[in-house]
């Protein structure tokens, strides 16, 4: 009896201990989504664009310019990423923190043609945004604005103590056998 319950806690122990190193070395990644609407007053006005954009290094000093791991924008019920033809974006940041967006994507050989450029980081604006839209459906450049909203993503050190929590708590009220 003593040599099982022996060894479902060091099997108990050790998968705790994998699981919370996992989540204290996992990368954090910084997210955010944003949205906005054409405001011209042009053929489009009202149009509305949405998405999300990522990107992993959070050591990045003062200017330095970050490529996106991830981005989505929904406009005109179309869905672009960094995936899509000609599609390039980056972040930038000043002492670690966001400082603005560019996004380009441009397909001159696709029916319509277009090309989209979604830019924030103006003076004390990195969450305030314009966005340009060109296509040869619409006579004219469209113009709208954008606002970027910082995704709330714990901290991994902080789901591995709500974790190591949630098993003393379950290992202190499991009910003992008694022999």
């Known amino acids: 009896m003593f040599?099982?319950?022996?060894?479902?806690?060091?099997?108990?122990?050790?998968v705790a201990s994998l699981v919370l190193a996992s989540l204290a070395t996992s990368a954090s990644a910084a997210m955010f989504t944003f949205e906005g609407s054409v405001n011209d007053g042009g053929p489009l006005a009202g149009q509305t664009i949405s998405g999300?954009?990522?990107?992993?290094?959070?050591?990045?000093?003062?200017?330095?310019?970050?490529?996106?791991?991830?981005?989505?924008?929904?406009?005109?019920?179309?869905?672009?990423?960094?995936?899509?033809?000609?599609?390039?974006g980056f972040a930038w940041l000043s002492d670690g923190a966001f400082d603005g967006i560019s996004y380009v994507v441009s397909d001159g050989l696709a029916v319509p043609e277009f090309s989209i450029d979604?830019?924030?980081?103006?003076?004390?604006?990195?969450?305030?945004?314009?966005?340009?839209?060109?296509?040869n459906t619409v006579d004219t450049t469209v113009f709208g604005m954008f606002t970027i909203t910082p995704s709330a993503v714990p901290e991994p050190h902080i789901l591995?103590?709500?974790?190591?929590?949630?098993?003393?708590?379950?290992?202190?009220?499991?009910?003992?056998?008694?022999?």
């Open 160 to 179: 591995g103590l709500l974790l190591a929590g949630g098993v003393a708590a379950a290992c202190v009220a499991r009910p003992r056998r008694q022999v």
């Open 52 to 88: 999300n954009f990522a990107y992993d290094d959070l050591s990045a000093e003062f200017g330095d310019t970050i490529a996106l791991s991830d981005f989505t924008l929904n406009f005109l019920g179309q869905t672009y990423t960094l995936a899509s033809p000609n599609a390039a």
């Open 118 to 135: 979604l830019v924030s980081g103006f003076p004390g604006e990195a969450l305030q945004g314009q966005f340009g839209y060109l296509s």
């Open 3 to 14: 040599l099982g319950h022996h060894i479902m806690n060091t099997t108990f122990h050790a």
